[in-house]
């Protein structure tokens, strides 16, 4: 069955696998030329959780969240919140934090957003969102406001990171989320092929076909928006470990937007879609950022790529596979 | 036995009565087909048993049990199971997806995400002996917009058979297809409904096809039944020959 998928370019687990080991691969080479450029890499391999559990609810669901800021805002701010009150700076208890608390407000607000779909859904979540950064930039005494809340290197394994020189730290950091992101891409890939992964395509193409089907519509959407927070919360809890500062920014409106506008550049509806749209994303906004108005350099870019490649970077990239496969075998 | 039984069902739309008093019977393995211009009540009357829609008044018991209130969901797990006037499909699914999604959700794998599909060989053979019972064998791994129309309406049948219905209901099945491919699909449910003795409430709105096919049928106009009995019964009454033929058909 999914041996019928295979034959596609990007939705076979093997082209994503590949795709991130080159980036691996490359990641030193690059480094050495300009730790920028490697820092733009590591950007780029750490919102590859969010936009795959994005992917989750759009892609194959047929939900369009406005408002997953909330869940990177949630996993960054478990993240702030253990090392402001309980010192702790351990990035394993970073992400169990950040899984069980984005869980446990997936599962309060899950029942209720999930009753609702396209606009409605999308400006719900954006509302919940933009309800929760009111929140950390007003309370600053516990939050620390729009300073946020400072944190340093983190340790895995109890083993500390403090004393690495830079260019080391930067190469832990890159290749401990690398490493993570294989699981979590591995996991989401055998998420999305199996029989719930069917279901929630059913559900995306037709939801009343699916409940006269059999399908718990709500209880479906619930799972697959519980699994899509965990996933947006790790790339919150990773976020603010590269950049050790936590602050109400990654709870914003412009971190979901990031989050759909990176999705849909790489390509909705292919598998590998979010994961390239993830570093393509990075790269065209740190070209962007040369410029003063650098915000809406990005805006105009992206609207005009969204708009010459409908289907994403990944989708062009199937169809000139394709292209070029069909014209072999029409010559050979 | 008695598998479903109608109660002096009412639904009203406005001032319109689509359901006006409706009691029917149907015992186990019995296929019915219920015709009537449009507008009779027909889909309603589906829509009703199914839980699409609730009754206004009038009681839905199925197997000896009041269902009149149970949601859709709650019922298609008793299987009760229908499909849709207008095709019903997934759209962006290839056929084959489509029927084993209905596959897994009648075997309770609906929710089931530790294993990838490979692994489930026993829906992938079902849904194979599926599709070679309705001959879509040859398009299973078509997207289901891609086939003919008349392919999807069998894909949408096939849908509902894959849930192993208890009772059956297909809302015209072979309308919107052209005239001569009407025959191939109502011969092919037929004869898996045959297979599967599945009790079946067949809407069909061609009276030729009613005619050839049907053994008990039920006329319907301006939510009543007018007839209810064997094809010959039928087919002698000018009346309701009338009925049908001045009914607007469209
Ligand atoms: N959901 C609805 N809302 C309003 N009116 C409806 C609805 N469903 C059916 N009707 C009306 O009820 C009557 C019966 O419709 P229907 O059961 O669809 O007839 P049939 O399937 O026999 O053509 C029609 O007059 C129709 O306009
Ligand atoms: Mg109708």
Known sequence: MVERLKRFFGDDIKTNFIFLTIIAILYPIIYVFSPGWGVVLGHGVTWISALLGFNLLFGYTGLLSFGHALFLGVGAYTVGFMYKYLGINNIELHLLGGILSSTVVALIIGPIVVRYTRIFFAIFMLAIAQILWSLYYKFYWVTGGTDGIKIPRFSILGISLEKLDFATYHHVYFYFVTGLTFILVYIMWRIINSPFGLTLKSIRDNETRARFIGVDIYRARLYAFIISAIYASITGVLAVNHHRLVTPDIAYWTTSGKVVFATLLGGARIFIGPIVGSFVFHIIESFAMKFIYWQMVMGILIIAIVILMPGGIAHLARTLVDVVVSHRRRGG | ?250
Do not use: C, W
Request: glycine share 8%.
């Open chain 2, 1 to 250: 036995m008695e598998v479903l039984k109608l109660l002096k069902v009412k639904k009203s739309f406005g001032g319109v009565r689509a359901l006006d008093n409706i009691s029917i019977a149907l015992s186990e393995g019995e296929v019915v087909m219920v015709i009537g211009p449009n507008g009779a009540g027909k889909t309603t009357l589906i829509n009703v048993i199914s839980g699409y829609l609730y009754p206004d008044e009038g009681r839905i018991m199925y197997m000896g049990e009041d269902i009149t209130r149970y949601p859709p969901l709650e019922r298609v797990g008793k299987g009760i199971v229908r499909s849709f006037q207008l095709v019903n499909t997934f759209d962006k699914l290839t056929v084959y997806e489509n029927i084993l999604v209905s596959v897994l959700s009648r075997k309770k794998y609906q929710y089931a995400f530790r294993k990838i599909l490979d692994e489930y060989t026993d829906a992938l053979e079902e849904t194979e002996n599926i599709l070679k019972l309705f001959g879509l064998s040859d398009e299973a791994d078509e997207n289901i917009m891609s086939i003919s129309y008349g392919d999807r309406k069998l894909v949408d049948v096939a849908i509902s058979f894959a849930l192993n219905p208890k009772l059956i209901m297909l809302d015209e099945p072979t309308s919107g297809v052209a005239t001569k491919d009407k025959d191939n699909i109502m011969e092919k449910i037929l004869d898996v409904i045959r297979k599967t003795k599945v009790t079946s409430i067949i809407i069909e709105h061609d009276m030729d096809i009613v005619f050839r096919y049907g053994v008990r049928i039920i006329v319907m106009h301006q939510g009543r039944i007018i007839a209810d009995g064997e094809v010959e019964e039928i087919r002698k009454n000018e009346e309701i020959k009338k009925v049908l033929l001045g009914g607007v058909y469209a």
